[in-house]
């Protein structure tokens, strides 16, 4: 079958940095530093089929908007494979808004950014902004604008460029009944299109109301995948036993989980792969080179590698190299023919300035 969006066995790691001088040793591999990995994502595979509306749930800190924001190319995975097969829009709460712009300087950029010509854009500016209803304010800056107002203008401009793909990230958990609605309608819309949907809300009554399949993020895994009534139901069950246990049991439970996190290794999930794959009957080999392409083909590493670190030494002294030669007024060759004149015009300029 050919799916819309296929996500292969895919993690999301945040270092937990406490300085930007970590992040940057970290970064050009200068010194081994202890950092602290907290993983959002643990390992996730699911597909949407052509035309599917799929509703992500979960309790906070799940996942659910880091699954959303790789699925539409906001945020890079970590290891596993994405492939989505068609343009994407998401929307969510002022996502993609240029704070310092004025809402209709907002139309025009998005519109740009998603393919659009100048004339097409003016051709749905009006219903993008009598979509959005936000009166005056189109004029002002987004920074200007209530949170409502930022979740209306969003999701105005996202559903008027007709994209193949909608991510709709808790974008109608805010704004009154009427604009509900009105999005409600429009997703309906699209769904009788054909378009595909994904849609992340804690409401349980809207994911009923809208989707076919729910996905069902639990601390960074995904714990269901199915009808959207059979998952609904299973997570209202668990939702229940939760709240019915003690404070004290709900801080154990939540704190058991997020040190989970804290201590995945993504090592042994790569070996339990390979070991997956072996049992499924593929050699050793062939086994750890198909996990390896799965996990790394399409992600870039995070270190500079030691050619890497080489390369960029050499050019930072061609630079500095190339700046001695034209504060002495001396050719760059010279360097390496006559390093003792260059020395002795280097010491005399220092001198000077002493």
């Known amino acids: 079958m050919e799916y819309k969006i296929q996500v292969e066995n895919v993690t999301k790691e945040y270092d937990l940095y406490k300085s930007k001088s970590d992040r940057l040793k970290n970064f050009f591999n200068i010194k081994k ?6 993983w959002s994502l643990k390992g996730v595979s699911m597909n949407v089929k052509p035309g599917e509306t799929l509703g992500i749930i979960g309790v906070n800190g799940s996942g659910k908007s880091t699954i959303s924001n790789i699925i539409s190319g906001i945020i890079p995975q970590t290891t596993g494979t994405v492939k989505v097969n068609g343009d994407t829009s998401i929307i969510s709460i002022g996502a993609g808004l240029k704070w310092s712009l004025t809402g209709l300087e907002n139309i025009r950029l998005k519109g740009l950014m998603q393919g659009l010509s100048i004339k097409e ?21 987004v920074k200007d604008y209530s949170t409502g107002m930022r979740s209306r203008l969003g999701f105005a401009i996202a559903v008027h460029i007709n994209p193949d793909i909608i991510i709709i990230d808790e974008a109608l958990s805010v704004g009154d009944a009427t604009f509900y609605q009105k999005c409600v309608d429009k997703i309906m819309e699209f769904k009788k299109q054909g378009k595909t949907i994904v849609f992340v809300s804690h409401a349980l009554n809207q994911v009923e109301k809208i989707c076919d399949t729910v996905a069902w993020m639990h601390y960074g895994e995904l714990r269901d995948i199915g009808p959207a009534d059979q998952v609904i139901a299973e997570y209202r069950d668990f939702y229940a036993k939760f709240k019915s246990k003690s404070a004290k049991e709900k801080k154990d439970y939540q704190n058991g989980k997020k040190a989970e996190q804290l201590n995945f290794d993504i090592d042994e999930y790569q070996r339990q792969l390979v070991a997956n794959e072996i049992d499924s009957g593929s050699d050793e080999s062939s086994a750890k080179k198909k996990v390896r ?61 002493l």
């Open 33 to 38: 530093i202890d950092i602290p990995h907290f």
């Open 121 to 141: 854009i003016d051709e749905i500016r009006d219903d993008i902004i009598e979509f959005a209803d936000i009166g005056s304010f189109i004029n002002q800056p």
């Open 293 to 353: 392409n799965v996990l790394y083909k399409q992600v870039l590493p995070e270190k500079m590698t030691i050619m890497t670190r080489i390369a960029v030494i050499l050019i930072i002294l061609l630079m500095m190299g190339l700046g001695i030669t034209h504060v002495l007024g001396v050719s760059f060759f010279s360097l390496f023919s006559d390093p003792t004149r260059v020395f002795h015009k280097l010491m005399i300029g220092f001198i000077s300035l």
